[in-house]
């Protein structure tokens, strides 16, 4: 049986929760103008006799051509990588994340791949990063 490489399953998963993303804001636009529409119809016409408008406030929003390569996932070991760059261990990583070291440890092993977490520790080392580069 073929391994099933890391990055390729964080990127199926990625792709899932962009997917029911763009799925939730094309629901709710649609809802906005149903809205809107509504209240134009209920507002009827205004004082001077002519109908009332509603201001649109729709951005017409579409999707860009984002596409996540698997070199841009973020995995345990990028996590690592940036963090021993940085000269910082993870019970510094983990304070300024606001959760355990264990739990830095267990992301930096691969044995927790949540989206959220992963995503959560990868701004906390942008910020390090960025105040790094500041001095």
Known sequence: ?????????????????????????????????????AIETARGTGADGAPARVVRTRSGWTPGDWELKPE????????RQRREALGVSQAAIAHAAHCSRGLVAEVERGRRRSALTLSH????????ERDARRR
């Open 72 to 79: 841009d996932a973020v995995t345990g070991e990028s996590l």
């Open 121 to 128: 520790l990868s701004n906390v080392l942008e910020r390090l």
């Open 1 to 37: 049986m073929e391994a099933v490489d890391p990055l390729l399953v964080e990127l199926r998963q990625l792709r899932g929760v962009y997917e029911a993303i763009l799925d939730a804001l094309r629901a709710a636009d649609r809802r906005v103008a149903a809205v809107e529409d």
